[in-house]
């Protein structure tokens, strides 16, 4: 009956991911049939008929907002009747994680369909949380036995829930308690690895961590299948941002094939310190831009447009004291008349503060004098 019961869990998922001869696989890997066959199934009897209720709420009755209230059923039966009760095995983990991706599957569900102030998507972290706590409390250090093997997959679904409500400074306790997982994080999977690290650096992006998001989101980038081309596009999104503000420019052919050509005039314009062109990019995809949540630090890249613009002027001019009056002369000329002299002089400011260029601005002059030695050093060592 177990197995059976098991079984029918898994096939009957609504949402197919990962294939069934995937999912029990990943169940044998976490404990022989043997080890499992004296294990009282009553919990997933109970856990398996109120999937099936799931179902039918979400393909017979279309009622959302029941497959909802009968799934919190399930991750509350779960956690007490299983997390808590079976202590010696965590062969379950695998369904588990699918219960957690189905709990968010089914809120989204219910919030596209229902209006209401509290979101059921906000709502699923409470249950979530409730099974994290179990799993933490879990003293156990082996990886065969210990409940918190789970953690690093259920830090991803809050992630997820996190960043869609906006309420990152919750992450803090969950990321702390990642760094000190110790050994027990080379037992992750690979898989649950990469997920952390593109939403850690993500996060550190909007933090501005530079080092930091680039550390992870490069790890999520280099580890994740190359056949995962939309997931790599993913990542490459908030990587690419990054690396251009560290001094690491995308090469054409990089965005053609991950088919992110809305990068291709903003990469150009920063690379010619082009600012018209860098404004015209940004209008032209501002879309785009936006649903990914990156126009904003997208726009910030003026100030490096400005840098490149400053040093091809240094260069053409010589020497190192460069009239105020002449960088502003030449961005009129090519058509930027959004700065008046007064913000330039404060952009230049900003620049030297930042360590983008090295020297000073002569007021009684107004002249930018710039180090003789490295005036513009590499935005990767700033």
Known sequence: ???????????????????????????????????????????????TCLHLQVIYHINVSHNYEAAYT?????????????????????????????LCRDLLNVARMVDDEVENISSYYEQSANYIMEAYRTCTSDVRADPSTTKKIAILNMTNQLFRIYFKINKLNLLKPLIRAIDNSG????????????????????????????????????????????????????????????????????????????????????????????????????????????????????????????????????????????????????IQYLGVTDVDEDELECIVANLIAEKKIKGYISHQHQKLVVSKKDPFPPLSSV
């Open 1 to 47: 009956l177990f197995e059976r019961g098991i079984i029918c869990l898994l096939y009957n998922n609504f949402f197919f991911s990962p294939p069934l001869h995937q999912q029990l696989v990943l169940i044998e890997a976490y404990g022989s049939r043997k080890s499992r066959s004296y294990i009282d199934d009553e919990a997933f009897d109970q856990v």
């Open 70 to 98: 009968t799934h919190t059923q399930i991750m509350q039966t779960f956690n007490k009747e299983v997390l808590q009760k079976k202590k010696e095995v965590n062969w379950f983990m695998p369904i588990f994680h699918q």
């Open 183 to 330: 050994s027990l994080y080379q037992s992750f999977s690979m898989a649950d690895k990469v997920t952390y690290n593109y939403f850690l650096g993500r996060k550190a992006m909007f933090d501005a961590d530079l080092p930091l998001a680039e550390k992870s989101l490069s790890y999520a980038f280099r580890n994740c299948p190359a056949e995962c081309l939309s997931n790599k596009r993913l990542v490459l999104i908030y990587l690419i941002p990054v690396k251009m503000f560290l001094g690491h420019m995308p090469t054409a052919q990089l965005l053609h094939k991950y088919q992110l050509d809305e990068f291709v005039d903003v990469v150009e314009a920063v690379k010619e310190g082009n600012l018209a062109k860098l404004d015209q990019a940004l209008e032209t995809n501002e879309h785009f831009f936006i649903q990914c949540g990156i126009f904003l630090m997208l726009e910030k890249l003026r100030a490096i447009t400005f840098r490149t613009l400053f040093k091809r002027i240094s260069t053409i001019i010589g020497g190192n004291q460069i009239p105020l009056k002449a960088f502003y002369t030449i």
